[in-house]
């Protein structure tokens, strides 16, 4: 079973830039599907970016253009580039993983539910 380790959060200005890491352990991070997500306070989580079965990214719309995420197996890392932050951004961001069926990452959907391994969260604040 894989274990997930966020990393990165911070508080910046608003139009700063931050990297989330993700560190993963105890399996191999090339058999998961990686994704990220993120949950305001008083809101429910939210999908926010996440890789497909040939690492193609899908983006939430809120974040098309200013986030970047990607994998490198060789450091057991996924991560997340965050451009151009606004206040609106501001949340604790999670690492989530789910286990490739055959190789392949089953369901295109960024929703909670098909994720069944989490990380502990690391703290974004993005104060304007």
């Known amino acids: 079973q894989v274990r997930l380790v966020e990393a990165g959060g911070e508080s910046v200005q608003a139009g700063g830039s931050l990297r989330l890491s993700c560190v993963a352990s105890g399996d191999t991070i090339s058999t998961y599907c990686m994704a990220w997500f993120r949950q305001g306070l008083g809101k429910g989580r939210e999908g926010v970016a996440m890789?497909?079965?040939?690492?193609?990214?899908t983006y939430a719309d809120s974040v098309k253009g200013r986030f970047t995420i990607s994998q490198d197996n060789a450091k057991k890392s996924v991560y997340l580039e965050m451009n151009s932050l606004e206040p609106e951004d501001t949340a604790m961001y999670y690492c989530?993983?789910?286990?490739?069926?055959?190789?392949?990452?089953?369901?295109?959907?960024?929703?909670?539910?098909?994720?069944?391994?989490w990380g502990q969260g690391t703290q974004v604040t993005v104060s304007s």
């Open positions: 890789l497909s079965s040939d690492y193609s990214p």
């Open positions: 989530a993983a789910k286990k490739r069926v055959f190789g392949s990452c089953i369901g295109g959907s960024l929703t909670l539910q098909a994720y069944p391994y």
